[in-house]
């Protein structure tokens, strides 16, 4: 064998194994990168349960008609509005449930607006433990249900794309009074598809890196000879 055929046939192999790695890429997502919001809105609507209430219910919820606008951080979503009883009076609560719809008003992102009907709802549910006396004691906790914090709000136009809460309640309940409600909203994040050798890939290069080495070897000791 010449030394122009063992070169030849060294490129050759090198150019197989190149194309092979290449072809055997997967696509499937390797990381989340976060998405451009500039701008969120919503309102709320809640209300409290019946069941569980030994009583008169002295509790109800004050939802948010007017649209709130943000990106991250605490957003406001409601008030519990605890009407105060006649001296001697008492009212318990036991696991009462209650709910809290978030509703979507709008949303832009990377330079996009989402308005309704691609926009869904996220309902939070959760119970409310505790008694309430006269118009100066009260130890109703409002309690979530848990959830999976990762949502989705968009609906069609974006897939897998999702929102993260975090930071709702409890809430000790006011007495004869207001108790805001609050939850701490992260950044939207959208899924980055990254192209990510797959364990095929890997074991075809090494192979490939072996060859050639053992093709690079045979070729020196011709030379030699």
């Known amino acids: 064998m010449t030394r122009f055929s063992c070169r030849f046939q060294f490129a050759h192999l090198l150019c197989l194994l190149v194309i092979t790695a290449s072809c055997s890429l997967s ?11 500039t701008s969120f809105g919503f309102t709320t609507s809640g209300q409290v349960g019946l069941s569980g209430v030994t009583g008169f219910n002295a509790i109800s919820f004050k939802s948010q008609a007017d649209p709130i606008w943000g990106t991250t ?9 605890t009407a105060p009883l006649p001296t001697g009076m008492s009212t318990s609560y036991a696991n009462t449930p209650f709910s809290i719809s978030i509703l979507p008003t709008g949303l832009q992102l990377d330079g996009t607006w989402y308005v309704q ?8 549910k959760g119970r409310l433990n505790g008694s309430i006396t006269g118009s100066d004691y009260s130890s109703v906790v409002a309690s979530f249900d848990p959830v999976d914090p ?3 709000i968009i609906q069609g136009g974006i897939p897998n ?21 609050t939850m701490s909203w992260m950044t939207l994040l ?19 890196l072996m060859l050639a080495w053992i093709a690079r070897r045979r070729s ?6």
């Not at 951080?73 to 509005?81: C, E, P, W």
């Not at 020196?220 to 000879?225: D, G, I, V, W």
């Open 27 to 37: 696509t499937q997502a390797g990381i989340m990168a976060p998405g451009s919001v």
């Open 150 to 152: 990762w949502v989705d």
């Open 117 to 124: 009907p691609n926009l869904q709802p996220i309902v939070l």
């Open 161 to 181: 794309t999702k929102t993260f809460l975090s930071g709702i309640g409890p809430f000790i309940l006011n007495t004869a009074g207001i108790t805001d409600v």
């Open 220 to 225: 020196r000791n011709l030379n030699r000879a």
């Open 73 to 81: 951080g605490s957003r406001y979503l409601g008030q519990f509005l």
């Open 190 to 208: 959208s899924p980055t598809v990254v192209p990510v050798p797959e364990p095929s890939t890997l074991a075809v290069i090494s192979s490939g």
